[in-house]
């Protein structure tokens, strides 16, 4: 390839035999014959067919790169992605997604017109039958350029919620990625890592362009670990939380204008314990749990830099069943999920 590479689209492969044909089909009828870009594959570790289907599509188009490696997961095969990417943009890219026909046109144009550190794009859903599923509201309502000085309005956002702090729906400038940071310590993380290499770019950026067009198109999987419950959410939600939490006090915020990344914190934690009471039966694993709610240090951080005005009253009751007694948190927090259960179960009776 001699032509200077301007984007590298980056595609984590695992076990994706049946979707990764699908996926780059979408992304070669998106940028046609624009030479300056790769397509970059690694495989990692895959024991399906998608090493097969991968040379077969690699060996079509010379702007296609596949690589192997042995299992390492989602974060580190990311980090490899760019060590090995020679665009002067980054496109992440699940291979079980898509991208729209007119991605790349619009990227493009967006990247030519305003020359943003980082394009911030929406989405939209589709199952596994292929339906398209409600396209959610994107977070503004007009496609708008955050300079310095307003850059932080839309990291708060991000941080905030559930939504929009996926890495996959960023174009980002290569030189403002930490690519020789070290993510080994997070390998092992399987919920929030887009979060976590996501916020040193946001810090970095010099600016961000949020563009309204639904522009990726989002496999939803409803057995997939976004969706169901998992025993280790809440130590990788507590650090990647943590490290999101320290990079927005490199932004000069004080705790008073974290006020809203605290309540979905506070939030988020609560509605983990309120999972766990249900799915965990052993006391044991229970009261580690509850001792570490209760040794949660960005929890307390939290706490202390909201009103209690500013808790819905079921929070306020969680917060304080939460700070007593260990056996009797368990006990309430079982009955209250019970509670809830049986009365979805009679709701759904009389239908």
């Known amino acids: 390839m001699d032509a200077k590479i301007k984007y590298s689209i980056l595609v984590p492969a695992y076990n994706v035999g049946n979707y990764i044909n699908e996926c780059i089909q979408s992304v070669l009828e998106s940028i046609k014959d624009y030479a300056a870009a790769e397509i970059v594959i690694i495989d990692d570790g895959s024991t399906d067919k998608t090493k097969d289907v991968c040379l077969e599509i690699a060996s079509k188009d010379p702007r296609i790169r596949f690589k192997q490696q042995e299992n390492k997961g989602l974060i580190l095969t990311r980090r490899n992605l760019l060590r090995i990417a020679n665009g002067e943009y ?11 026909k007119n991605f790349f046109p619009t990227i493009d144009s967006t990247i030519d017109l305003y020359k943003p550190d980082v394009i911030m794009f929406s989405y939209s859903r589709f199952n596994e039958n292929g339906s398209l599923l409600p396209i959610k509201k994107p977070l503004y309502d007009v496609s708008q350029m955050f300079d310095m000085h307003m850059k932080t309005e839309i990291i708060l956002k991000i941080v905030s919620t559930h939504h929009d702090n996926n890495i996959w729906s960023k174009v980002i400038k290569k030189e403002i990625i930490d690519v020789e940071t070290d993510y080994e ?12 290499q996501l916020m040193p770019v946001l810090c970095n950026a010099k600016n961000i362009y949020f563009l309204t067009d639904a522009l990726y198109e989002y496999r939803q999987n409803l057995h997939s670990m976004t969706y169901s419950y998992k025993p280790d959410y809440l130590q990788n939600f507590r650090d990647v939380r943590w490290n999101v939490y320290r990079s927005l006090k490199t932004l000069n915020l004080s705790d008073k204008d974290l006020s809203a990344f605290f309540l979905h914190y506070i939030n988020s934690i609560l509605f983990y314990l309120l999972q766990s009471s249900y799915y965990i039966k052993n006391n044991k694993v229970r009261l580690e749990l509850y001792s570490e709610f209760k040794s949660d ?20 009751i969680l917060l304080m069943i939460t700070k007593k007694q260990y056996i009797y948190n368990l006990a309430i927090l079982k009955v209250l999920f019970g509670v809830k259960t049986i ?9």
Do not use: T
């Open 185 to 196: 310590p997070y390998k092992n993380i399987q919920m929030g890592e887009d979060l976590l």
């Open 90 to 100: 980054i496109i992440f890219l699940d291979s079980d997604d898509k991208w729209s």
């Open 297 to 316: 240090k960005l929890l307390s951080i939290a706490q202390d830099a909201i009103k209690p005005v500013m808790l819905s009253k079921r929070l306020r």
């Open 343 to 351: 009365y979805l179960r009679l709701r759904k009776s009389k239908k």
